[in-house]
């Protein structure tokens, strides 16, 4: 028999209204990462060009395979297009939060791949490794913590889930030591990850890539959407042409170039708040000495982490899916949840009331259905792409880099040997089943949050036909 519903902690402990309405009153809708760091400008593309190898888009997977691929040959003429401006998307909103998982998790890489999942574990923490080399011996600025990571339970039932997880760089704390290291009346109990975690300055990180990129001899060109790519060597944008020898897609979230990945990712919404700088006491009223970037373990999840200047950063829970599956600025501004965002911080932190929020603001996350990225190549072997992050591509972007790198090369290496990178996700179905099945989805997360974490019907078929929303 199933579980009853029940109340979560932040339906048990709802701050007022009033507290709600003041914290969000002076917030402004806009991006903080982006406004703290602005990016440097470049140019449109005019006119007719050749390189050996074109990029497409202008994040995090463009930015690190146009930079990878000069430091490999920095002969080679290498060119990135990016629609609009530099890390503008997904990469210059995010939380920040830089993971070793290269599969969204360990229940997730476990249950999709049991046969490498080692492997995938190694070289997941790998792959951060390199990232944080490359920081320092690049020394790029942004501002980069490897300071490890707390996931939290804040109901009874997913202090097990925790204890389970428990290993060499993954301590259990039960309800006592996790609101000592973290003062939230909250939490039931905490996973302390000290290895498989870092945090970075999003727009930052996008900005000396960029200016790696440019000091390094990459072209960027911004402003110059790539509205065809034909045979996977001539990209036409409105002011000029690229011919090029080979051509990564870096596209994301947006619509992709080959009609194959059309059905197989979506966009859907995340929403974040960040506050006014803490004030010394309030500081200490929360401890969080070690800084870590934190989790929630429900279905429905907040994230939130600690800036340099002590704001803190609090995003997550509701995941927005409109009908269409379109990229619409007109999405980001849904003042039901960042009420309901803001009620949720005062739940976790009650003896911060008083505290503001300065900004708010929303991003499309590129959602698969087996919520990790995928890659590929095309036109016989003269494209290649990785889409598919969901919303947790901050490291893996690297990884999706390297892994197009070599499929443009035609090189069989380790990473174009797994089974991860050799198979695709189901794709999404069209309208309007999408949205019925999406939202159905959602809906039954929420229900599974409410239900001791049972999983109903339809979400142990998905599980059955390898769909495994599970997160």
Aim: charged share 25%; proline share 5%.
């Amino acid at each position: 028999m199933s579980p009853s519903r029940t109340s979560t902690v932040f339906e048990r402990q709802r701050p007022d209204a009033s507290v709600v309405r003041h914290a969000l009153a002076p917030s402004r809708q806009a991006v903080f990462w982006t406004e703290d760091a602005p990016a440097e400008r470049h140019p449109r593309l005019h006119g007719d060009i050749s390189c050996d190898l074109a990029v497409v888009g202008g994040g995090y997977t463009g930015l690190w395979t146009a930079l990878l691929a000069k430091r490999e040959d920095p002969s080679a003429r290498v060119v990135l297009l990016e629609g609009r401006r530099v890390g503008w998307a997904a990469s210059g909103r995010n939380g920040g939060f830089c993971e070793a998982s290269l599969t969204h998790g360990d229940e997730n890489g476990r249950t999709r791949w049991p046969g490498e999942f080692d492997e995938l574990q190694r070289l997941g923490m790998r792959n951060l490794d390199e990232i944080e080399q490359t920081v320092a011996e690049l020394r790029l600025d942004a501002e980069f913590e490897r300071n490890g990571a707390l996931d939290v339970a804040t109901e009874p039932h997913q202090v097990p889930w925790l204890r389970e997880s428990e290993g060499p760089d993954a301590t259990f704390l039960d309800r006592d030591a996790a609101q000592a290291l973290v003062h939230s009346p909250t939490y039931e109990a905490a996973l302390l990850r000290t290895r498989d975690s870092a945090l970075v300055h999003p727009a930052k990180l996008v900005r000396a890539l960029a200016q790696a990129c440019s000091d390094a001899g990459v072209e960027i060109f911004e402003r110059s959407p790539v509205e065809s790519i034909g045979d996977g060597t001539v990209l036409e944008t409105p002011t000029g042409t690229v011919r090029s020898r080979r051509t990564a897609l870096a596209t994301n979230v947006f619509p992709s170039l080959l009609r194959r990945n059309r059905l197989a990712t979506v966009p859907v919404y995340d929403y974040v708040l960040m506050s006014e700088p803490l004030s010394a006491s309030q500081r200490r009223s929360i401890g969080w000495e070690g800084r870590q970037g934190i989790g929630d373990s429900a279905n429905q999840f907040h994230y939130y982490r600690l800036t340099a200047d002590d704001r803190i950063l609090f995003g997550g829970y509701d995941a927005v899916y409109h009908y269409g599956g379109r990229v619409r600025s007109a999405y980001e501004d849904r003042p039901a949840s960042f009420q309901r965002l803001a009620g949720h911080f005062f739940t976790t932190f009650p003896q911060l009331e008083g505290l503001t929020f300065t900004h708010r603001w929303a991003g499309a996350i590129d959602t698969c259905s087996r919520f990790c990225a995928f890659f590929g190549s095309a036109r016989e072997g003269r494209v290649a792409y990785a889409a598919g992050y969901t919303g947790l591509g901050v490291a893996a972007t690297h990884f999706g880099a390297k892994v197009m790198l070599d499929l443009l090369a035609g090189r069989t290496t380790e990473r174009t040997e797994l089974e991860m990178v050799r198979t695709r996700p189901l794709p999404f179905p069209p309208e309007p089943a999408a949205a019925i099945g999406i939202n159905l989805t959602r809906w039954s997360l929420d229900q599974a949050d409410h239900r001791a974490g049972h999983r109903n019907a339809f979400l142990r078929t998905l599980d059955a036909v390898g769909l495994g929303f599970d997160s």
